[in-house]
Structure formats: C-alpha cells, structure tokens
C-alpha cells in the first residue's frame, strides 16, 4: 500500500482533479515514485523485495560494529526503525540465543535508527567483525509526514504532466521551438527529502 493515495495526488493536478477514471494509472505512477524516492534517500532493499520502499516493512541487518567513537551505539542503515525484535551480538556468526542481547538493556532511537545500550545494565556489548551484529526490526513509514507526501506528490504531478513529453528536450510549434525544462527532481523536492536521506548515506 503507498503512501499516497491518487485522491491527494490529484489535488496536485487541478485539470484532472475530479477524474477518478484514472486513478489505477496514478495509483501505478505513485508506487513508481515513492520506489525512486526509496532508492534517492539510499534505503536498503528488503529481502523480499527487489527494490527499497518507504512503507513499513521487516528487514534483517548485518552490521559489522558499533560507532567508531561509542561502543554502546550501534547505527542501522535506514531511518525510522520503529520496533526491533531481536539483536544479536556474535563475531563468529551463529547468532545462537546465547549471543542475544536482552532488549531491556537497550532503547531504540526511532528517528535516527539508532540502537543504544545502556551503559548500566547492559550485561552484553555489540561485536565487532564482519557481520558481527545481526538485527531484525522493523522501519519505514505507516503513514508520511507532510513533507514527504508534499515531496511525494510534487514528484508524481510533475511526472504526470510530463508523459507525453518523455524524451523530449524542445516542442516545435508554428512559431517556432519551445524549449522544455529538465526532467530531473527539482530544488522544492529535494530539500523535503533530506532530513528523511539514510543514516548511512552521504549526499
């Protein structure tokens, strides 16, 4: 299910706003979007999927250490995490219950996909080697934020409007040659989409 339904995107395309004969081809057009956003804020495929989302979904992580400057924080590759079910702590790669850490000696820092110990009660620190931490949890969104469905939306009517334009740099008319603006993701959206970028991405 996206995260946005056709009904919003339509508000974004006024000429075609009470026109719900089409809203299985906006609704095919939205996926493919919110699939491109996904893949620009450099979330990580899902294991069953061929391709990230920005819904809510399982994923399982392999993370090699923790922080370079904090033993008790271990940084996951996507943002939010909003629950986690298991994380285990083992350099030899096992993942055996005795390597699992105890989820009450950890909190998770939703926004920042962050898995913190607690320095006090913590009887197990994370490991470091290759794919030395293996976690399962849960992230994405069940609902966006308006930020995101605004950047969502503004990406989708521009490639709405702009289908029979495809592959197109200029229109030629009997006055002559009009040259169209680039197909490519503008300021506006951009600048909504980086506060949602991946812990683990550099832009």
């Known amino acids: 299910m996206a995260l946005v339904s056709a009904s919003t995107l339509r508000e974004y395309l006024p000429e075609i706003a009470g026109n719900t004969a089409i809203d299985g081809e906006l609704n095919n057009l939205i ?3 919110e699939k491109l956003i996904a893949n620009f804020l450099g979330f990580p495929f899902n294991e069953s999927l061929l391709s990230p989302t920005l819904e809510s979904a399982s994923y399982t992580f392999f993370v090699d250490a923790p922080t370079f400057n904090d033993v008790y924080t271990l940084q996951l590759p996507i943002a939010p995490v909003t629950a986690v079910a298991s994380v285990h ?3 030899t790669r096992e993942y055996s219950t005795s390597t699992l850490i105890d989820s009450s000696t950890y909190s998770i820092d939703q926004k920042y996909g962050r898995i ?3 320095p006090k009660t913590a009887t197990t620190l994370f490991a470091s080697g290759y794919r030395a931490n293996k976690v399962i949890c849960t992230a994405g969104f069940a609902t966006a934020p308006a930020d995101l469905e605004h950047a969502i939306c503004v990406l989708a009517s521009m490639a709405q409007r702009n289908k029979t334009n ?3 740099e200029s229109l030629t008319s009997r006055n002559g040659s009009i040259r169209l603006s680039p197909k490519k993701m503008p300021p506006e959206v951009k600048e909504a989409l980086y506060p949602y970028r991946s812990p683990t991405s550099v832009f």
């Open 166 to 168: 495809q592959g197109k």
């Open 31 to 33: 996926a493919r979007v």
């Open 116 to 118: 913190i110990l607690s």
């Open 89 to 91: 702590a083992d350099s």
